[in-house]
């Protein structure tokens, strides 16, 4: 998939195409530096890494105004999110040299997001419509990392791999929720798990 592609399937505007090749350009300058991604994956830049994150703006509902991408690492999905998507987005990571390649990003794509330097179970003061993540820990533990930023009508939206039944499996364990399951536009293993009413067992619903 290339740039063009990548329009035709998504719809997005020409600007919006030229912010993204912005940041496969800044991509592959910093990723020898500080490893953002898999070098692996630099040449399949449009649809393992666009493509994929792109896929949950059209799951989620439009009216969202606020939203959090956990872990963000090279920025995926929270970059692309923050050029396709109208809500106000943060992004969360713990790696001081990776927050400044998403600040350079951000400046470089004009896009208005937040960056906060941190670990994640050391943010206690942000709540959001939609709370993202990706490749960042198996779904019991994710779903840990998640609960914070998920206020009563959140839906937490995680691109998972190829083990997501075992995860689904060993999260109900501790989690009560409700799961949207979609087929990975970009891995034919992945799912997009959309998740909601998230709660821990044993947890009073005016908690």
């Not at 998507?85 to 990003?105: P, Q």
């Not at 959309?194 to 908690?207: D, E, Y």
Request: proline letters at 2%; aromatic letters at 6%; hydrophobic letters at 40%.
């Amino acid at each position: 998939m290339d740039a063009q592609q990548f329009r035709s399937r998504s719809g997005v505007s020409r600007e919006t195409v030229d912010r993204l090749r912005a940041l496969e350009d800044l991509l592959n300058k910093w990723n020898p530096r500080i490893n953002l991604v898999s070098r692996s994956t630099l040449g399949q830049f449009w649809s393992r890494h666009v493509l994929d994150s792109w896929q949950l703006v059209p799951l989620v509902s439009g009216d969202a105004r606020s939203w959090i991408d956990l872990g963000s690492g090279g920025g995926f999905p929270g970059l692309v999110v923050a050029a396709t998507h109208g809500a106000a987005v943060t992004l969360i990571e713990s790696d001081a040299r990776k927050c400044v390649f998403l600040r350079e990003a951000a400046r470089t794509m004009e896009l208005n997001i937040s960056v906060r330097n941190a670990r994640l179970e050391t943010v206690d003061d942000l709540t959001a419509d939609v709370v993202s993540a990706r490749a960042l820990a198996g779904l019991p533990t994710l779903l840990d990392w998640v609960a914070p930023f998920m206020h009563a009508s959140s839906v937490g939206a995680l691109l998972k791999g190829q083990d997501v039944e075992s995860e689904l499996t060993e999260a109900t364990k501790c989690w009560k929720f409700t799961c949207e399951r979609h087929e990975s536009l970009s891995d034919g293993a992945g799912s997009v798990l959309l998740i909601r009413g998230l709660q821990r067992h044993g947890q009073s619903t005016s908690q």
